[in-house]
């Protein structure tokens, strides 16, 4: 996530000092220790969280769980994950339902935080998970957020509770009553409510959302807080806590470019964990908030759990075992090569899931180079051909790709690399979907390392110089019995030398094969 880009960057630089480092001294732990309170620093996170955070960091660091690992930088490393986690609220906190439903769910915060946008995505969210959002218009007070409201529910597909005009008119804590009564008479099992903030803290805002806690009785009141506000976050967060109080945190633009630091802090200060998180400004940009995930991000470490899950989100299983089918069978095209492409188009976000793969903050410039719009011009080359052309590409002479170049407003040369590389690719996925191994242009094949083809081994036989024992040799070998293991009673086997029970069978790499490559 772009918010805490130059945390994680600093903080892994400050750990990949201790890579070279065999046996760690007291003085390696406490530089280390110092860029990392540096990096906490100017990442805005509080100044006590960053002091208890970096002693506990530096205690564990020193004690005896590191002078006995084999790997002492790998276990810093664990150990400031782990304590990482600790600030960040430990656990994931999942929403509680009320046994009787509606559940009541209200959103508090500042002007500008996002909370109506929160909604739509909160109610989208919620129709995922099989509920019946309905969302309650009660910021009653912002130039036109009760119109905001209803058009992004329209966009959320979720009923809009909306009596009043707002703009200044109508009682809030009167809506959000009759928004629950309507919500049992509509068979609503959750209730959204969206109320008004303020540019800053007041009396107002207090009291108003006081009073429609006491009136509706919430099962959750969620703060809604933008990651980029800096240090006011927690400064906000605890005058909200005394005010109103609240149940959960929501951290929204956290694909902003500021420091966002100050956000990490509000868990810890507040003693309140983080729900959600609002990663951009589509309604599908939002995801509950793991610590442990969110953690292994700005660390590089990945967060592959999330990645299956929004990889799960974008392709269809059983469209999948079909694509799976069709290319071990030979008939993948460029019908279904455009289908995939559409679908990660149309799921977006392609450069934020190859993000959470490990390490990929080491790829960030060639990520950050990547241009979405090749994935628009592959499109429009295949989307210019016949159909008859995408099912079978070998058609394609040099008058078709002229007309194919012409019509998706490319380069003749633009079509015949498409093709090649399409060529390319569907032989290496034919190849690994029947259990073999891909050869890679250049490279040879994978697996063997430089290109370089993989030695046949020479038959072997006694060298023995004792006729005898020659002959005793050559009829074990040939029977399939090591050697030394049948001139000396299988003595060699019980170190893994011999062809015990702990060698590999075919049956087992058949299996194996079976499972890896179909």
């Not at 509080?46 to 955070?53: R, T």
């Not at 809506?175 to 009564?181: F, G």
Request: positive net charge; contains cysteine.
């Amino acid at each position: 996530m772009a918010t805490f880009g130059s945390l994680s960057d600093r903080l892994t630089a400050a750990l990949a000092n201790l890579r070279s480092k065999g046996v760690l001294t007291a003085s390696d732990v406490d530089g280390t220790v110092r860029e990392i309170r540096r990096a906490l620093l100017d990442a805005d996170v509080n100044l006590d969280v960053v002091k208890a955070f970096t002693g506990r960091v530096r205690e564990r660091a020193l004690g005896a769980e590191v002078n006995k690992a084999l790997n002492p930088a790998q276990q810093v490393v664990q150990i400031v994950n782990e304590e990482l986690i600790g600030i960040l609220g430990g656990e994931t906190r999942r929403l509680e339902f009320a046994k009787q439903p509606p559940t009541v769910i209200m959103l508090a915060g500042l002007q500008g935080a996002g909370k109506t946008t929160l909604a739509g995505k909160l109610a989208m969210w919620l129709q995922k998970e099989g509920h019946t959002p309905l969302l309650v218009a009660c910021d009653l007070q912002r130039p036109n957020a009760v119109q905001q409201l209803q058009v992004v529910g329209e966009q959320a597909g979720a009923t809009v509770f909306a009596p009043e005009p707002g703009n200044g008119r109508g009682d809030p804590v009167r809506v959000s009553k009759d928004a629950i009564r309507y919500a049992r008479d509509k068979q609503h099992d959750v209730v959204v409510i969206d109320t008004a903030g303020r540019l800053g803290v007041d009396a107002d805002l207090m009291k108003q959302a006081a009073n429609i806690r006491k009136a509706t009785d919430p099962d959750e009141v969620l703060f809604v807080i933008d990651a980029m506000i800096g240090q006011d976050a927690v400064a906000t967060a605890k005058a909200f806590q005394d005010g109103v109080d609240f149940t959960g945190v929501v951290l929204t633009k956290l694909d902003g470019d500021a420091r966002g630091g100050a956000a990490l802090s509000v868990a810890s200060v507040t003693g309140r964990p983080i729900v959600f998180a609002s990663t951009g400004e589509k309604l599908t940009d939002f995801e509950p908030f793991h610590p442990d995930r969110m953690a292994s991000r700005i660390l590089d470490l990945g967060d592959i759990l999330s990645l299956i899950e929004q990889a799960q989100e974008a392709f269809d299983e059983r469209e999948a075992l079909q694509m799976a089918e069709k290319i071990a069978e030979g008939d993948f095209t460029l019908d279904d090569f455009l289908k995939q492409m559409q679908q990660l188009r149309n799921k977006g976000g392609l450069m934020k899931m190859i993000g959470m793969l490990p390490g990929a903050r080491q790829m960030r410039e060639q990520l950050d180079n990547f241009d979405e719009r090749e994935i628009v011009r592959t499109e429009a080359i295949i989307q210019s051909m016949t159909p008859q052309e995408r099912r079978t590409p070998k058609i394609l002479n040099g008058s078709r790709r002229l007309r194919i170049a012409r019509g998706s407003g490319m380069t003749v040369t633009d079509v015949n690399q498409l093709v090649q590389r399409f060529d390319q690719a569907a032989k290496m996925m034919k190849t690994v979907a029947r259990g073999g191994v891909p050869q890679i242009p250049g490279m040879g094949p994978v697996g063997y390392g430089g290109g370089r083809k993989p030695q046949v081994k020479k038959k072997q036989g006694s060298k023995s110089g004792n006729p005898a024992k020659r002959a005793a040799e050559n009829k074990a070998l040939a029977e399939g019995v090591p050697a030394k293991a049948a001139g000396t009673g299988g003595g060699g086997a019980g170190f893994g030398l011999g062809g015990g029970k702990g060698s590999t069978s075919e049956a087992d790499m058949d299996q194996l094969q079976k499972l890896l490559g179909r």
